[in-house]
């Protein structure tokens, strides 16, 4: 396009500029170098941080198992150019830091490869649409954040572990992504207690036998699931994505924590997450967990092919009643927004099933956080 004469002036090109830098720092220091509050440079702030808006949304949008094709490409802010990632990258990040939602996107690469374009050529787009902007929900600076994450996490490894340097208490500072870890307020896991009794609408479980891959991505042994497993609730269907576990469970149920829980991560078209948490109880063998055992990958952070399917619903209690309340990952980046059902009943499993997981991994659970006042509700 051509540009109007005027458009020649310092604090018009500064404004410019600081639109494609996407750093709101080069319109800060125009101001500090004594240029006066110009109104297209305030309209430049106001810009960028549309499209900021824009770039979280979309970064939202492009997860929903790569259904939406997206062309354009975020120039607007650092993070989000940087989450046109490829999903070489976030694999290869995944080796450094395993949290919940890049984990969550390897399971959807390998569910939907098959009707995804950006799957094919092997690169998740996370650009900037204004469409997006129109409806960006607090949710999608969760997806927003984890992209940005993933790309970090690409680069370079900021190790973040249960125990010593890289443990909990530190996750909030080992990168900026990572802030909610420190400075969130809807965290978990949380001790539930104080529930509100009520007739919660039951979690419908449509599982089915399911091709799956085992991997040790050294946070955790995890499950990618084929495509095809829902949950419904509260009249929002989500898809599995993928399952892990921790040991012991991190939540508590009245100050009590159980041996080890796993995590049910579902994620909506719209990339809310939920996770349905199983907690596990020593007694008799798991068959869905004996399963994932048998598959266990002799090498860490490679996916292993089962050669049969997995009946995943013979996870699950055969009551269902839960606790729900609003919550976050549980693994670095924290990132908030996540609904949370707990089943009651805990599931059993055996001392031996017990002591394979503990072999490699005798404690990944994150320590219980502050549940500040947030409702729990029950089913009664
Ligand atoms: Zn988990």
């Known amino acids: 396009m051509t540009l109007p004469p005027f458009l020649a002036s310092r604090h018009v090109a500064v404004a410019l500029l600081s639109l494609f830098s996407a750093s709101l720092g080069l319109v800060a220091l125009a101001s500090d170098t004594g240029v006066e509050p110009d109104p297209m440079l305030v309209a430049a702030e106001q810009a960028v941080a549309e499209a900021k808006a824009a770039s979280e949304a979309e970064a939202k949008t492009a997860t929903a198992r790569g259904k939406k094709k997206k062309k354009k490409k975020a120039k607007n802010e650092k993070p989000e150019s940087e989450a046109q990632m490829t999903l070489a990258a976030a694999r290869a990040a995944d080796e450094q830091d395993a949290m919940d939602l890049l984990r969550a996107r390897l399971a959807d690469r390998l569910g939907a490869a098959k009707d995804t374009p950006e799957a094919k050529d092997g690169v998740l787009r996370v650009g900037a649409t204004p469409a997006a902007s129109a409806a960006a929900p607090v949710h999608a600076r969760v997806q927003a954040e984890a992209a940005a994450s993933a790309v970090h996490t690409a680069g ?145 952070n490679e996916e292993m092919p089962a050669q049969s399917p997995i009946a995943l619903a013979d996870l699950l209690p055969v009551e269902r009643s839960y606790f729900t309340y609003m919550g976050s990952l549980t693994t670095p980046p924290c990132s908030e927004g996540v609904l949370w059902m707990v089943m009651k009943n805990p599931v059993p499993i055996s001392p031996e099933q017990i002591g394979i997981f503990a072999r490699m991994y005798p404690m990944n659970a994150r320590p219980i956080q502050s549940a500040s006042g947030r409702m729990i509700k029950e089913s009664n």
Request: proline share 6%.
């Open 156 to 300: 370079h490894a900021a190790h973040w572990d249960y125990r010593g340097s890289g443990g909990p208490d530190s996750w909030g500072r080992l990168k900026p992504e990572f802030a909610k870890c420190s400075s969130g307020t809807r965290q978990s896991p949380i001790d539930i207690r104080d529930g509100l009794k009520v007739q919660l609408d039951p979690v419908h479980f449509d599982y089915k036998p399911s091709a799956f891959r085992v991997i040790d991505n050294g946070h955790t042994v995890q499950v990618n699931l084929a495509a095809g497993n829902f949950i419904e609730v509260m009249g929002r269907r989500y898809e599995l994505l993928q399952f892990h576990f921790h040991r012991p469970s991190e939540e508590r149920i009245n100050g009590r924590q159980f041996d080890m829980v796993a995590h049910l991560v579902h994620e909506d078209s719209e990339g809310r997450l939920a996770v349905v948490a199983v907690l596990l109880e020593q007694g008799g063998a798991q068959p869905v967990v004996q399963t994932v055992w048998n598959n266990l990958p002799l090498e860490k």
